[in-house]
């Protein structure tokens, strides 16, 4: 019933900005966290940046500074801000939804930074 829906990827040139949406639809109950991960081709999925229930943020050492999470609870949907993109961001990214009783996951969007 829960469905998470991420757009916004593309191909930019190093130093430029994008910003991922992922759009919730469903009946979901309390919500622990919600957050988006990146996984590059041979690297393992990493946990780039999350929010919780109350508002608080983290963000992985490589992206703070440069990424900003939020949240538009009215139209649900999470956001990932992407500014100074590096060649190294360039990742499939994912939406991720954890409640008491399961986690969620987008089908991914794929993020390129060329050089």
């Known amino acids: 019933q829960v469905q998470l829906v991420e757009s916004g990827g593309g191909l930019v040139q190093p130093g430029g900005s994008l910003r991922l949406s992922c759009a919730t639809s469903g009946t979901i109950f309390s919500i622990n966290a919600m957050g988006w991960y990146r996984q590059a081709p041979g690297k393992q999925r990493e946990l780039v940046a999350g929010?919780?229930?109350?508002?608080?943020?983290n963000y992985a050492d490589s992206v703070k500074g440069r990424f900003t999470i939020s949240r538009d609870n009215l139209k649900n949907t999470l956001y990932l801000q992407m500014n100074s993109l590096k060649p190294e961001d360039t990742a499939v990214y994912y939406c991720?939804?954890?409640?008491?009783?399961?986690?969620?996951w987008g089908q991914g969007t794929q993020v390129t930074v060329s050089a």
């Open positions: 929010i919780v229930s109350g508002g608080m943020t």
């Open positions: 991720n939804l954890v409640t008491r009783s399961w986690d969620y």
